[in-house]
């Protein structure tokens, strides 16, 4: 991770402005804890807690973090509920907006995250991911049908290690096409397009029955609608909602046929636990699902909020070699939040 860390001059770049007097340093810590059902016949992931902690330090510098971990989570070889070792994937990022770039509406803004990736079995990975970001939204007019929250290009670069079993590097250099859109009757579409290349080294050399790769280059295309709609308020602390996600996370298209999983296909993905297991084929792979979702809320006071949800995904999900194709998984999960 040393490579990582040197660049982080290159994030500090700038000093930050005077403060406006106003500001209130402010945050918020969240724990969600989703439960998972089977696939058709095949047993998944059965329990996975995310803790989340974010922190706007000034009107320039935020933090954040974010620890997933899954427990009893299996392997998808074709064998019978052949069960996995738990994982673990801890990250931390801090981020810095520069404001407007010159004279321009161009928005300018940098991050660098720190990320982890242990599955107990003496095999476990650390990245940093450093990108920069150039958002040119604020040159849309505003109008009622159609609204970019984010429209951006995003220069970025990602250093993977193996940080125990066998010694190996990724170097990752790459461009974003990063795209929100606000869209009439509550729903929102985001649209990001990705174009990277790996550069690997040791245990990440990239092998196949065709022979090894020291380097691959990717497209990367995601595609999600999101709908946001309360059903029912039963008073001012209590409400149902019905809320939904689906489309491409991701679409891969690469010039290799390799069994690799390149590190910004699983970061940027929507999803936390995929499905869909890829066959090693990344000359044109594809996870698509639909998760409609019913979630209760209940405000406790200004700084504690609780919800729970109940959803069911749909996916072109693949177990192993017993389960393929479209299967529904039932899913359901508890939170709460705390805002300081």
């Not at 660049?7 to 106003?22: F, H, N, R, V, Y």
């Not at 670069?157 to 940080?163: D, E, R, S």
């Not at 790769?213 to 309360?230: H, R, V």
């Not at 890829?278 to 979702?293: E, I, R, T, V």
Request: net charge positive; aromatic share 18%.
């Amino acid at each position: 991770m040393t490579r990582c860390f040197s660049l982080i001059g290159i994030l500090l770049l700038g000093t930050a402005g005077a403060q406006a007097s106003e500001f209130t340093p402010s945050g918020s810590l969240g724990l969600t804890q989703t439960f998972y059902g089977d696939s058709g016949n095949y047993r998944t992931a059965t329990s996975h807690p995310s803790l989340t902690w974010n922190y706007q330090l000034s009107p320039e510098w935020g933090l954040s973090a974010e620890w997933d971990r899954t427990w009893n989570r299996y392997t998808y070889t074709g064998a019978p509920k052949q069960q996995n070792n738990d994982y673990s994937e801890p990250s931390f990022t801090v981020s810095y907006n520069y404001g407007k770039l010159g004279s321009s509406k161009v928005n300018w803004s940098s991050s660098l995250k720190i990320e982890t990736q242990s599955n107990f079995n003496n095999n476990s990975q650390g990245y940093g991911l450093l990108q920069t970001v150039f958002d040119f939204s604020k040159y849309f007019p505003e109008n009622a049908y159609i609204q970019p929250t984010q429209l951006a290009i995003a220069p970025m670069y990602v250093y993977g290690k193996n940080i125990s079993g066998p010694s190996g590097t990724v170097n990752t250099g790459g461009v974003g096409l990063l795209t929100n859109w606000n869209l009439p009757a509550n729903f929102s579409l985001t649209l990001n397009a990705y174009a990277f290349k790996d550069w690997y080294r040791g245990s990440f050399i990239v092998g196949s029955n065709q022979g090894s790769y020291t380097n691959a280059t990717y497209f990367m295309l995601s595609a999600w609608l999101e709908y946001a709609k309360t059903l029912h308020k039963f008073n001012e602390r209590t409400s149902l909602a019905f809320n939904f996600a689906g489309g491409l996370d991701p679409y891969v298209m690469s010039n290799r046929r390799a069994a690799w999983n390149p590190f910004l296909a699983t970061d940027e993905m929507y999803q936390w636990l995929s499905p869909t297991v890829m066959k090693g084929n990344y000359k044109d792979a594809y996870d698509l699902f639909a998760l409609p979702q019913l979630s209760l809320s209940y405000t406790l006071n200004k700084q504690v909020s609780f919800n729970a949800f109940v959803q069911a995904k749909y996916s072109n999900q693949q177990w192993g070699s017993s389960e393929k194709n479209w299967r529904w998984q039932p899913q359901a999960g508890i939170g709460v939040v705390y805002q300081f």
